[in-house]
């Protein structure tokens, strides 16, 4: 079937194509919203995500595993999107699509003190890694100048994503809820954070199937092998990941 729609039609580009692109509009979003929803019960600030992490650390691992996967798998995603956008408007796709990507960098950053203030819960307590934490809390580190960009860039693509047409307007406005994100270390769950995730599935898991649905489809036979070069690349890189 050929998607010849202005507001769900995506440009055949060779990088990141229509199914790498494709399948990070669709898993991204729908990953982060399942992790915003798992620590949906614990309190916001730092020291109430420590202590959960003490008494559920199996919940909070795929919690927080699911939110940083999803940001760092929505990167391809936007390339794709922000190619859309520049058709139209290269100036909104080049400084929209360029602030979100660094901004996923941040949040892939983020997620990394996470990842290390959590296995301090695991090693000395949640009392002793929630002082180490408060501590350290407002020490400098570059991320920290693409605060804006986390902020900004999913704005200036929402824009660029209606000016386009690429997306109507309830769908562009979904879109800039993903602004409201709460960033920095160690955040929890908050009606904003639900309402960004939520906004980025409304936004954009429609425009991955429709990618995903464009052009010729491949045999089944094509989509199988695909498929299982895809788990044994994957498998391999977990098992060279574990090995260290």
Not at 99 to 123: C, I, K, M, S
Request: glycine residues 12%; aromatic residues 10%; charged residues 10%.
């Amino acid at each position: 079937m050929t998607v010849t729609t202005a507001s769900i039609a995506l440009p055949r580009t060779a990088f990141p194509g229509r199914w790498v692109g494709g399948a990070s509009l669709v898993l991204g979003p729908l990953l982060l919203l399942a992790g915003v929803l798992l620590r949906l019960r614990f309190d916001f600030f730092f020291p109430a995500q420590l202590s959960a992490y003490g008494h559920h650390p199996g919940l909070m691992t795929a919690s927080y595993s699911l939110v940083s996967a999803g940001w760092v798998l929505l990167w391809p995603g936007v390339v794709l999107l922000a190619a859309k956008i520049g058709e139209s408007f290269r100036e909104l796709a080049l400084w929209g699509g360029t602030l979100t990507v660094l901004g996923l960098f941040a949040r892939a950053f983020h997620a990394g003190v996470d990842h290390l203030a959590f296995q301090l819960v695991a090693v000395q307590g949640a009392a002793s890694a929630t002082r180490t934490v408060s501590e350290t809390y407002g020490a400098f580190h570059i991320f920290s100048t693409l605060n804006a960009a986390i902020m900004g860039g999913w704005l200036l693509l929402a824009i660029g994503a209606y000016r386009s047409q690429v997306l109507g307007p309830l769908r562009a406005a979904a879109l800039a809820l993903a602004s409201t994100m709460p960033l920095g270390v160690l955040k929890g769950t908050t009606p904003l954070s639900v309402a960004a995730a939520a906004g980025l599935c409304v936004a954009l898991v429609p425009l991955g199937v429709a990618a995903l649905r464009s052009g010729a489809t491949s045999r089944a036979a094509t989509v199988a092998g695909r498929l299982l070069l895809l788990v044994a690349v994957g498998t391999a890189m977990f098992l060279f990941g574990q090995a260290g």
